[in-house]
């Protein structure tokens, strides 16, 4: 029998090695996006994915070596000259193999932009926080996780911000990873 626990723990150690100070994107970041999140929002597109889910609507962000590395004082210096955001998410790729990376610009964004911070993961919500280490504290970072792999026979574009029935958006409370409500 498959052991999809077991799987999922290996896919999130295969964390992505960037030299400190940096992040591998797989596109430029966007502003005023409405379909990641609530309200008007910056999203960053990492990448790198584990996770080969069958349906993938970006495939081309699996490799952890494509994309491009970019500088995180230049990403926050990027997102902070973006006017009237409420938010930033964090969109795949997974950025929860980039998590020390993804930890550094939520924590900015929200300190010193006054944003709240979304991530889409691949991973549980359970899975991240049985590994621990980086992956653990990006989650406590942040005010939603759109958390589980995308299933194609499960597809539901009824969904808000979600692609497949299994995926839920879970709101949490910062600083803890403490969930508040699931839907
Ligand atoms: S986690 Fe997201 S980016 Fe990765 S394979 Fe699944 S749908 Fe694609």
Redesign the pocket.
């Known amino acids: 029998m498959v052991d999809w626990h077991k799987i999922s723990l290996e896919k999130i150690a295969k964390q992505l090695e960037t030299p400190d100070g940096y992040i591998r994107v797989s596109g430029p970041l966007e502003h005023d996006n409405i379909v990641n999140g609530e309200g008007l929002r910056a999203v960053l597109w990492t990448q790198g994915?584990p996770?080969?889910?069958p349906g993938?609507?970006?495939?081309e962000?699996?490799d952890y070596e494509a994309g491009e590395l970019r500088k995180i004082e230049d990403i926050k210096e990027e997102l902070a000259s973006f006017r009237g955001q409420s938010g930033l998410t964090f969109c795949?790729?997974?950025p929860f193999v980039q998590a020390k990376a993804c930890k550094e610009i939520a924590d900015y964004v929200r300190k010193e932009l006054g944003w709240n911070v979304w991530s889409?993961?691949?991973f549980t919500k359970e899975i991240i926080e049985e590994y621990g280490r980086e992956p653990l504290e990006f989650l406590k970072s942040l005010d939603v996780i759109i958390d589980g792999?995308?299933i194609l026979g499960q597809r539901d574009l009824s969904l808000r911000f979600r692609g497949s029935k299994n995926q839920r958006l879970i709101r949490m409370k910062v600083g803890t990873g403490k969930t508040l409500s699931i839907e």
């Open positions: 994915c996770n080969a889910c993938c609507q970006n495939p962000t699996w795949g790729g997974e889409f993961s691949g792999p995308f």
